[in-house]
């Protein structure tokens, strides 16, 4: 299993702007992906992309604000979170390992496999 680290988080202002890296223990050539958790509510996917190409793909609600990319000599991927807004509080995680029979943009949780610990993202009003 692919060991992932996720760092960047804070508090900001709405309006503000966060990047969050998240770091792999090995190449990946797939999949890697950003989640969400807010306090009392389900897992969300973000954003993800495809390492290879760099195809990203989006949740509408982050459409426009936030910019996957990724690094692959760094082993790298990270989240550029602009225009933030208090609905993007939660504890971000990274994600890759994404089953065969699921595809990139894929946001079912149960379709990855390896997780990071997460990093708190706080956004005041």
């Known amino acids: 299993q692919v060991h992932l680290v996720e760092s960047g988080g804070g508090s900001v202002e709405a309006g503000g702007s966060l990047r969050l890296s998240c770091t792999a223990s090995e190449y990946i050539s797939s999949c890697m992906a950003w989640f969400r958790q807010a306090p009392g509510k389900e897992r969300e996917g973000v954003a993800a992309?495809?390492?290879?190409?760099?195809?990203?793909y989006y949740v509408d609600s982050v459409k426009g604000r936030f910019i996957i990319s990724r690094d692959t000599a760094k082993r790298a991927m990270y989240l550029q979170m602009n225009g933030l807004k208090p609905e993007d509080t939660a504890m971000y995680y990274c994600a890759t390992d994404l089953l065969a029979s699921g595809s990139c943009g894929t946001w079912s949780t149960t379709a990855w496999r390896s997780w990071g610990q997460g990093t708190q993202v706080t956004v005041s009003s």
């Open positions: 992309i495809y390492i290879r190409s760099a195809s990203a």
